[in-house]
């Protein structure tokens, strides 16, 4: 079939699903206060992809349909340039506030696919083919997925799941007659309560005796046994004036947990292959899903340079401090923006002519970004100063009382009207300063690992021999 409306997703969100929020069952996703805005949000998501078709659609190369280009195995640099133009486009639409739209785990399946062939190493010939009949199967149903692939910890000092004897992480607990039979939990599941399926799939490798929690897998959201329990929500009212984010991109969170699942043969990618587990992660799959992360990224960062241009005008303020700080977010962005390029001009073809960006700039970018969005962060906060506390709600603005006195005393600099400034500085609150903003900053911290542990990862992966040739030349 072809690419998904919104409408087509609206819908999907009717079939069961067991979500829990403030201690109660979700029974309408849709149209629940806490959900809805950003049901409502996936749902342009889906109808973007069609109203810019040129830019987010390709042919499926098995049913010749239009589907987003992010369910499609990159054959060429070329392929690679047409999926940033889709990613870009879909990241401006809540300015990379949402770093778990469908594209990202769109893309994760196609490069899975596409490496298939390191799937189908050390004996596991049919979980390769089940994942690579799973990614057409996504693709030509163009669902929204979420995934958890963090074993919950509750204790810091070791990462073998077998410390604890309950098995809190998922593990599998027998074969069944018609697959596998697994119970445990995992965290973190962004977009759960949205999503039409869970994919579970390795982070990082495992020793040898942990067989049972070396899974690979897919199931839909209604399977009996998944429970989701949902963070406290963030979201507000949905109203674009007083908080434009707020009410649109609580994109959610949940711990999920598998209660005697069973997962069908046929969905199973790996189960307890440990040479297959310990690899498929270690080549591709992060320059490939840092494509669609750190376009994200580059977005959010060249908004928050605009936003706090945006405020500096309204105050008129042309201080030292600010235009440092305004120089600084904006270097940020123009870093994020040259490695995204040097990385797709640099793309790099694997096994099977599946392409993927270069990873070392993208290593790079994603060591430093859990340190610059704090600071963006602060250095709004401080741009914006007490403003962000006197800036009235849009039903101040009509009521006939207040107006006149809020245009007396709350106008901006030269023309700038005291409704416009309220907007712009409401629209800073909301990206720094509000819950879901403070959940947002956490995000950009934690989701592709802490920035000190990147930071002694990448030197894993870090090219040497040019850089140790000019110290050698001189002993």
Known sequence: MPARSGKAFLEGLSAP??????????SDIVDHPALSGAAHSIAEVYDLQLKYSDVCLGTDPDTKDNINLAHIIPRSKGALLNRHKCLEKIAQFSVGLMGRTPDYLNLTFAGF????????????????????AYQRQLSHADW??????VSPSSDKSGLDPRHKAEHVAVHKVEDTENGILIRGSKALATLAPFADEISVYPRTP???????FMLAFAVPISTPGLKFLCRDSMSMERNDFDHPFSGRFDEQDAFVIFDDVEVPRERVFIDGNIDVYNSVMTKTWMPNIMQQTMIRAQ??????WALGRRMAKVLNDNSEATQKMLGEI?????????????????????????WTPSA???YALRCMLPFWFPKVSEYLKLIGSHYMFSAPRAAN???????????????????????DRAQVFRLSWDFVGTEMAGRNEQYERFYLGSGSRNLQNVLRVAKTAESDGLVDQFL
């Open 17 to 26: 699903r067991n979500i829990w929020m403030n201690g109660e069952r979700v």
């Open 144 to 149: 929204a997925l979420t995934h958890a692939i």
């Open 360 to 362: 070392q700039p993208l």
């Open 299 to 304: 977005v959010k960062l060249s908004f928050a």
């Open 206 to 212: 495992m020793p040898i005796g942990t067989e049972d």
């Open 330 to 354: 904006w270097c940020y962005a123009e870093f994020a923006r040259s490695a995204i390029a040097n990385s797709e001009t640099e793309a790099v073809a694997h096994r099977d002519n599946f």
């Open 397 to 419: 603005m009509k009521d006939p009382e207040m107006k006149h006195l809020i245009d007396l005393y709350l106008g901006g600099a030269a023309d700038v009207t005291a409704e």
């Open 113 to 132: 696919s596409g490496d298939r062939s390191t799937w189908a190493t050390h004996g596991n010939e049919e979980g390769a083919e089940n994942l690579a």
